[in-house]
């Protein structure tokens, strides 16, 4: 009797395992960053959170042929982005993605990123023991340079 419960207990952990993983990391204003017509390749900002530790190792995206996790650093004194294997994330801490520092890359873009489109993106991680996650995300476009315009435009709005 005991031995068919835990059976049960253990059969249950198993098939609602996936449905716990879907939120071991929270994605905290996700946004890219808007182009113009001629520009294939742009960025994707956001703030990760992971439940445990995880890594985040890829991301795809159907507005893009390649997608890269990019870090930024110095090399010869010049500032430069360059992919990264993995990204880690420590449990409860928040990671943040953000222009000037790690971001991530979306290159081959199909057509232009209009400032009101939602971009999809689908984040791969992968947790200590070697197994994989991943995680969809609608990030919003920002147009370039949203700040300055928006501000100045503001006074002839109403
Ligand atoms: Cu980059």
Known sequence: MSFVRSLVVGVIAVLSAPFLHAAEVSVDEPWVRGTVAAQKATGAFMRLTAASPLRLVGASSPV???????????????????????????????????????????????????????????LSFERPDGSRL???????????????PAMSHGKHMH
Do not use: C, F, S
Not at 65 to 81: F, P
Not at 136 to 147: H, N
């Open 64 to 122: 893009a042929a390649t997608v890269e996790v990019h870090e930024m650093a110095m090399e010869h004194n010049v500032m430069k982005m360059r992919p990264v294997a993995g990204l880690d994330l420590p449990a409860g801490q928040a990671v943040e993605l953000k222009p000037g520092g790690y971001h991530i890359m979306l290159m081959g873009l199909v057509a232009p990123l209009a400032a009101d489109a939602q971009v999809p993106i689908t």
């Open 134 to 148: 991943t995680q969809q995300v609608d990030a919003p476009v920002r147009p370039l340079g949203a700040a300055a």
